[in-house]
């Protein structure tokens, strides 16, 4: 059952706490200490910095001003992966999602998204680098995407505006008033799905429906698809339970094959 | 009495066009800089500084970036009075409104209300100093104040910070919180969807995965995680691609079963 959503700002405040800002691969020091000032002026409190170029920093320290509580206890890990593990839906952050961003939010949508899924999870705000924003891959492991909407002609936000902008939404989605929606099954953590993909992977090789040197993308259309879809424990599950089964005949068949000699055909 | 807001991105423009940034004796040029690209990412054009510390300055345009364009036709005034002259509504930020500062908006609400003047009259959006914000005496210049609600115990926002989140939400009271749609693969149908569905079951039922006798709502939350990712015609063809692929294998072992005379194992 969800609990309703209170708007005492101790509740909201507990919400916002919730909130994980990921900053990927941040080249600048100075960016970084401004997002950490940005989130602490809204009352957001972890970072985590996936493969940062450089961190500590002087000049993190110099721009985050009074919040270098944030920097103190910012998480640095190497992969976005890492980063998400554990939270249950994740937000990336992009100026011009790509192709395989097949649904984009607003960013106000978003956060009554992710503060409404705070309450019962963790949740994971996700920025580019400075230059080039999020990668499609990047993308792909994030649960949805949403664009600040910026002018067309020049919407080139600085990394510690745009998580001012998200962190003040956030903010605002956290302590306004807002109805909470339907309840829902047990959602599945990042790691369920990693442990899905990675299964997947090995039975789709195995199947030989997976060509490992020609893998056409087809990992990152089944991760998407999954993100997409907000899968429930039990689904994921359901899931790994088809691929066992198909694993346990995989195996039965390559001990036919041995004793029969027959060739495989090979799945267009 | 306000008229009602069109909301077609060139009128929206056209607001966004009409309100004035000032900034009272801002201290460091950077954060003019800073200040004029938070602007220029929402739309916003026009830049006024009372009497500016330093200004043009080379750190106001390396901050800028692509924004130079609101620095090069930013005017630079003596004083508040001057710099309100022609306005008929003017909206004061203050972190911490001083006891002349009778009624005291949200962020949000005076965004409406100034895009709402907008569309018959010129509107200031006042920002302070760095370091004191504005004084009792500038605040009792502008027609209205408003406080950007922040972090109680750190409202330490920097003043391009607080310029971007007021340019936030002036653009999305003047266009909306829009995002273009990125582009979509093709939907699945109803029809597809439910032919995938009759093939996986065939399939689920010949991997002895699926007991017709007691199928527990397995085909059920299929349909339902399905409809809930909101399926693309391509997806549909992968996912057929791997029922086909089963289906080959289980073909190949039912005669080796045949063969062999072994026991398929059944799945719990």
Known sequence: MTPR???????????????????????????????????????????????????????????ARGATAVLDTARVVPTLAAALAGTQSSIGFSARPRALAGRVQTVRAAAAAAIGDATSAEVALVFGTEMSGLSNNDLAQCTSVATIAANPDYSSLNLAAAVQIVAWEMRVAALGDRVWDAPRF???????????????????????????????????????LFARAGLEREEVNILRGILSRIDELIERDLVSFELTGVILPRHA
């Open 186 to 224: 047990a959602v599945a953590t990042h790691d369920d799905i990693a442990t899905l993909l990675d299964h997947a992977e090995r039975t789709l090789i195995a199947l030989r429906f997976l060509d490992p040197r020609r893998p056409r993308r087809l990992l990152p259309r089944l991760r998407r």
């Open 5 to 63: 959503v209170e708007t005492s700002p101790r509740d909201g405040q507990a919400l916002l706490e919730r909130l994980r800002v990921v900053l990927v691969r941040p080249s600048l020091p100075a960016n970084i200490g401004a997002a950490a000032r940005a989130m602490h002026t809204m009352g957001l409190a972890r970072l985590v910095l996936v493969d940062p170029a450089r961190f500590p920093d002087a000049d993190a320290i110099a721009l």
